[in-house]
């Protein structure tokens, strides 16, 4: 009983400052669609829009070296797309090099403007993004780096573990939010035993916004899992969700898909 007016007084901080969780979309996988048959359709620009219509108030992309899925001319559609409100957010390595076809996330940042970019550490031989920054070793290299983006006009998000312990050194990078990555979260609440994964989400969370970051969310997030997550993270900013989202679009449309989200997130 010694704890309840702690506990009681952290609930109430949190109910205070609930804030409206932003929902992303990513077309990544519409272009992955695309790709696999050649010419234009699926049309990127025609489901993002189709997204923006229904209520999502941002378009995340993720170009890649080797441009399997989001191109390029891609990146520059979306860019010009996104305006009144919507934010666009280019995700990616920004250590990889340019290649033939690829100006380099650095180029392209500077070239569309984006709002946000947020920083992975992936590889071309990963299928997705699997795990986040460790900044004991990268932090003398991702400090200019932010420093260049942030100059771009764009904030700058780090992907980070849930549960890592070095949340607050992003703040002192010049970062301006963490995006958790959410994967063993949903790979947990799959399983049915995800207390540990959430508790880490929120901690992690807690320690984002003691050290004035903000919090999105990413990774396999989907409409069953998500309720969870943002219950666990009052404050959460963003949610940027594409794989899951796209396949239950498949069935029950894109636009009712994304409306579904929005009403999870209380939006």
């Not at 500077?110 to 590889?123: I, M, N």
Request: hydrophobic share 45%; with cysteine; proline share 5%.
């Amino acid at each position: 009983m010694a704890h309840a007016p702690a506990a009681l007084a952290r609930n109430l901080a949190h109910a205070y400052a609930r804030v409206m969780t932003a929902l992303s979309v990513n077309v990544n996988k519409i272009a992955v669609l695309r790709n696999s048959r050649g010419g234009d359709e699926p049309d990127v620009g025609h489901a993002a829009r189709t997204c923006i219509a229904a209520g999502c108030r941002g378009i995340p992309v993720h170009p890649r070296t080797d441009q399997r899925h989001i191109r390029p001319d891609d990146v520059r559609l979306l860019a010009a797309l996104c305006s009144g409100g919507i934010e666009f957010n280019i995700e990616g390595n920004g250590f990889a090099p340019a290649r033939e076809g690829y100006p380099g996330l650095l180029a392209l940042v500077r070239e569309t403007r984006p709002a946000q970019c947020t920083l992975v550490p992936d590889g071309d031989a990963q299928i997705t993004s699997d795990h986040g920054f460790d900044l004991r070793a990268d932090a003398a290299r991702l400090r200019p780096l932010i420093a260049e983006l942030k100059s771009c006009g764009a904030r700058v998000s780090l992907f980070m573990d849930a549960g890592t312990a070095d949340i607050a050194r992003a703040a002192e990078l010049g970062a301006d939010r963490v995006e958790l990555y959410t994967g063993p979260y949903a790979a947990a609440f799959k399983r049915g035993d995800y207390t540990r994964e959430l508790d880490a989400c929120a901690a992690s969370a807690d320690a984002a916004h003691a050290a004035g970051l903000g919090v999105n969310a990413g990774h396999d997030l989907d409409q069953a899992n998500l309720p969870a997550l943002k219950a666990a993270l009052p404050r959460l900013a963003e949610v940027s969700i594409g794989h899951a989202l796209i396949g239950e679009a498949l069935y029950a449309g894109l636009g009712p898909t994304v409306r579904a989200y929005l009403k999870i997130l209380g939006a």
